[in-house]
């Protein structure tokens, strides 16, 4: 997928010349070579200028999250340049509307927050901020992020962006990575198949880990019990999960999002150590029910049959007791 992360901004050697060529750029024509432009007028109410700052700001977030292609690049002056983490150049305003109508027809849901960590004045009429971007492709997708800076020029009394530059994209974290999962913290239990399957998924207490005690009973005899622990793989670039069953066996799976499913490619082994495979497939239904199917179930080279989806609810929490008279 042409997916482009559009995150504003990089300081890099000659951004500030850069900018100012660009700003030349914009200057009315028919000025000669060898005579001097008409001299702008220079800053004289800071907090009024970083008022306007901030204010361009918002209009970006407010334009990208209205997937307003026109209106983002109307931000920048006729000539500016904006560049991402990746090395993709859009050079002028129409060349930057094409740019974001193209991320917007990409991912039509894509979602962007500004975190500003520093406006500076640098000169007359020429301003640089830095910051981070946080872009969400889909509202399940984990989000990427990316540190920025952009120059911004003052002409005519107008204050527009001339150059946005990315610096780099900002890794997520181990505990990022899982809060694609959060849905899943909670208790949860399923009756479909004759027997009751209950799941308790909570946080393990240094946050890397999502942990999942999980137990089956037919009536009043337990049948089996085990634990899985769901954590990110740096190795795989995957979320990968461990599970031991009480029975001895054990097993592990790799995870991967498709929209609102988690696919998993599960390899177990049996207490008597027959090797199991299949593919389970999670799908959200909403905050309070997703179903759980699996497939291509093979047992010791023997090909078993599908489960059909079953549908796992969660456990409304208990009332509280009365206090105590």
Known sequence: ?????????????????????????????????????????????????????????????????????????????????????RGDVAHGRAAIEA??????????????????????????????????????????????????????VKQEGKWQMASARDTSLISPSNVEYLQQLTWLIGDWVDESLGTRVSSKYRWSLDGNYIINEFSANFGDRLLMSGTQRIGWDPLAN???????????????????????????KQRNVTSSGQVGTATNVLKIIDKDRWGWQSYDRVVGGQLNPSIEQIIVVRVPPQPERAAAR
């Not at 500076?120 to 990427?144: F, H, K, Y």
């Open 238 to 264: 995957q979320i990968r999960s461990w599970v031991f069953e009480s029975s001895g066996g054990y097993g592990e799976g790799l995870w991967s999002n498709d929209e609102d499913r988690w696919i998993i």
């Open 99 to 152: 740019f974001f109508a193209a991320v917007f027809a990409d991912g039509p849901s894509s979602k962007m927050t500004i975190t500003t960590k520093s406006i500076r004045t640098i000169g007359p009429n020429l301003v640089v901020e830095d910051g981070t971007t946080m872009v969400s492709v889909s509202p399940n997708a984990l989000p990427e992020r990316s540190q920025y800076a952009v120059v911004y």
């Open 1 to 85: 997928m042409k997916k482009m992360l559009v995150t504003l901004g990089t300081v890099v050697c000659g951004l500030t010349v850069a900018a100012v060529c660009m700003a030349q750029k914009d200057s009315p024509a028919g000025a000669s070579k060898t005579t001097p432009a008409p001299t702008q007028s220079v800053t004289t109410n800071p907090a009024s200028d970083e008022k306007a700052i901030h204010q361009i700001i918002d209009d970006v977030e407010k334009a990208y999250n209205s997937g307003d292609a026109k209106g983002l690049a109307s931000l920048f002056t006729e000539n500016a340049e904006m560049i991402n983490a």
